[in-house]
């Protein structure tokens, strides 16, 4: 890495020492679970290239917007809208975290009980290791999970952070609550940023935002062939860096993947032969670098043909954003109605996820189901139960499985995957 670079990292405060360690252990992890793959599209070339220079480039050019006077928002969910953040002129970035290396810092402070994405994030920021974290000038959570509501607390010692009220059903009156906080969130970021979000900035951010959306639900069209054009990681490799690249970039950038997807349909040419089997991951959120479980399912030879999960399908639900044209209120209105298509499970009743992931089954041809959940999600661990029970109504082969970002839950999970994999 570059000198410039390092210079940076020092003014955000980072743990030199810390860091150094971390970025030398991803290239060989990296080399092992993607490089090594077979017939990957050539267009993956770019996502190559932003996670080479995952704490170069992208924070280089956090640096330079707020040295401009651009602020930047951390944030840990789907719900929180991106377009309101870049209607102000600020610039979101997903701080979710997916790497076992922050979980012992987290550990001096929170419970070793909650799932392994908060410590891992929370860890993050306590070690000073992550530049994204440190960039941020506001960081926004959300009253989805308990574990995530109550850390936030804590991590307002840390750093600013602001908290949305999201509600846990989708009544009539809960929409009207979530509509009144994306209005209170218009003024927090109006506050921070300086800059007033007028109907035109909120339409023309929805619009860069509805194209990031419309690149990756082409991606994950394309995946519906058989035999699958993309592995399973690439396409999640997408998904990750789609949470902090520059918008109308990775927009570009997938639509070329997707250009070059499409003449490999065209031609029947896959990743995988036309029989592998076919696999659809649901559950869990997996962050970057969280590459496990479709690692482990690939390794097989199966494919993850598509991911119900946040870092999935989840994060596409309600397709485009509306944008009436008579003013902010009626474009909040249709942010929030298409927010709350996304099926959380920390939604009761959530039957809706269960449906969607039975549609899934049907529309991605998939042979199997693999249900993962972190331990200690109670959310998603427990809606498993159901998820399993409606997809064995269904004669859908189903594997619930729990387990963290350690190497010793690979290799347990690995034992659990394969062992599945041969009975379909
Ligand atoms: S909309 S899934 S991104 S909250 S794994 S922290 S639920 S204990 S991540 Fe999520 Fe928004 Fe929902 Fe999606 Fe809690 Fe579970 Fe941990 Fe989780």
Request: hydrophobic fraction near 40%; charged fraction near 25%.
């Amino acid at each position: 890495m570059s000198e410039e670079y390092r210079a940076m990292w020092e003014a955000l405060g980072i743990n030199m020492k810390r860091h150094d360690a971390l970025l030398a252990a991803l290239p060989a992890i990296y080399q092992q679970v993607y490089l090594s793959q077979q017939r990957r599209p050539q267009a993956m070339g770019f996502y190559d290239f932003v996670v080479s220079e995952i704490h170069g480039l992208r924070v280089k050019e956090l640096m330079d917007h707020k040295a401009k006077g651009g602020k930047v928002f951390g944030t840990f969910c789907v719900y929180v809208p991106e377009e309101i953040i870049v209607a102000a002129g600020g610039i979101a970035v997903g701080l979710c975290g997916g790497a076992d290396f922050s979980v012992p810092t987290a550990e001096q402070i929170l419970p070793r009980n909650l799932c392994a994405l908060i410590k891992s994030a929370f860890g993050f920021k306590l070690g000073a290791i992550c530049p994204y974290f440190q960039a941020a000038d506001l960081i926004i959570g959300e009253t989805t999970c308990d574990g995530k509501k109550k850390t936030w607390e804590i991590l307002d010692e840390y750093v600013p952070t602001y908290v949305m009220d999201l509600p846990n059903s989708r009544t009539p009156a809960d929409r009207m609550l979530w509509i009144s906080e994306l209005k209170r969130f218009v003024g927090e970021v109006e506050k921070v940023t300086g800059n007033t979000i007028t109907p035109e900035k909120l339409a023309d951010a929805t619009t860069l935002i509805n194209g990031k959306r419309a690149a990756l639900a082409r991606l994950f069209e394309l995946r519906k062939a058989r035999p699958a054009p993309i592995s399973g990681l690439d396409a999640l490799l997408v998904v990750q860096i789609s949470f902090y690249d520059d918008p109308a970039r990775f927009t570009h950038k997938t639509n070329e993947l997707c250009d070059e997807l499409e003449a490999r349909v065209k031609a029947g040419q896959g990743v995988a032969p036309a029989d592998a089997k076919r696999i659809l991951y649901a559950g869990t959120p997996m962050p970057i670098p969280f590459w496990t479980i479709p690692a482990l399912i690939e390794a097989t030879g199966a494919v993850v043909v598509a991911e119900e999960s946040c870092t999935g399908t989840r994060l596409l639900a309600g397709g485009q954003t509306t944008i009436p044209g008579d003013g902010i209120d009626s474009q909040l209105a249709a942010i929030a109605d298409r927010q709350l298509q996304t099926n959380c499970a920390c939604f009761t009743p959530n039957d809706a996820r269960i449906e969607d992931i039975l549609r899934m089954v049907q529309e991605y041809e998939a042979d199997g189901v693999i249900h993962f959940s972190l331990s200690f999600c109670q959310p998603y661990n427990l809606e498993g139960v159901r998820v399993q029970q409606a997809l064995q109504k269904a004669g859908v082969p189903v594997l619930l499985l729990e387990g963290d970002y350690t190497e010793e839950q690979a290799g347990r999970l690995k034992t659990r995957i394969e062992a599945f994999i041969e009975t379909l």
